[in-house]
């Protein structure tokens, strides 16, 4: 696999409006976690929220994913953010065999502390299991040349995706699961669509 420079990225990018799709699951995601720690809604049963808004945005777009959170591969302890499964599948268990899955996504709001290890790690596993399983890192909004972004060249393999939706500036003052502050970069132009939100639904549908 070629690995896009920087430079070449950073072409294809523009700045994020409010228009966009991207800037609605930024405020979702916000409403989503604000939602959850109002009501004390337990993660387990409804799922993280930038995994809630991920897959809600995905299954409008006709995919078959799974509906409950930390569904997990037969041969594997693992306990997967979202998987996307082949046509007539029931979405709604909790384990699955191998051969009813096309794709493994982890959903990651953004890179907290140097995360690339483990995933790599649980997506070795994973690989083990079933050569015909593909992967995909979803990472809602990330600083380029953070030191622990995400990137497709440490998780150092070619079946291992990684889509970074919205580029940010900074860390924004109040977090990323505050409403005002999602405003706020906004109207400071401090945020820039990547389009890679698109390429993942390509890759999905492939």
Do not use: C
């Not at 420079?5 to 294809?12: A, F, G, P, V």
């Not at 994973?126 to 030191?147: D, H, M, P, Q």
């Not at 990137?151 to 939706?165: D, S």
Request: charged fraction near 35%; avoid cysteine.
């Amino acid at each position: 696999m070629k690995f896009l420079s920087k430079d070449i990225r950073l072409e294809s990018m523009s700045l994020l409006t409010e228009k966009d799709e991207e800037f609605q699951m930024l405020i979702e995601v916000a409403e989503e976690y604000s939602r959850q720690k109002s009501e004390k809604t337990p993660q387990t049963k409804s799922g993280k929220a930038t995994e809630i808004v991920i897959r809600n945005h995905l299954l409008k777009r006709g995919f078959n994913l799974t509906l409950n959170p930390n569904v997990k591969i037969q041969g594997s302890e693992i306990r997967n953010d979202l998987l996307l499964l082949k046509p007539k599948v029931n979405p709604s268990k909790l384990m699955y065999a191998p051969n009813e899955v096309d794709v493994v996504l982890e959903i990651k709001n953004n890179a907290v502390g140097d995360q690339s290890m483990g995933i790599k790690i649980n997506l070795d596993e994973l690989s083990r299991i079933s050569e015909n399983l593909s992967f995909a890192v979803v990472v809602l909004s990330e600083r380029k040349g953070y030191t622990h972004e995400i990137t497709e060249e440490k998780l150092r393999n070619k079946k291992y995706r990684v889509f970074t939706l919205v580029s940010r500036k900074e860390y924004p003052k109040g977090g990323l699961y505050l409403k005002d502050a999602v405003m706020e970069m906004l109207r400071k132009k401090e945020m820039t669509k990547t389009r890679e939100w698109d390429k993942l639904i390509e890759y999905l549908k492939v």
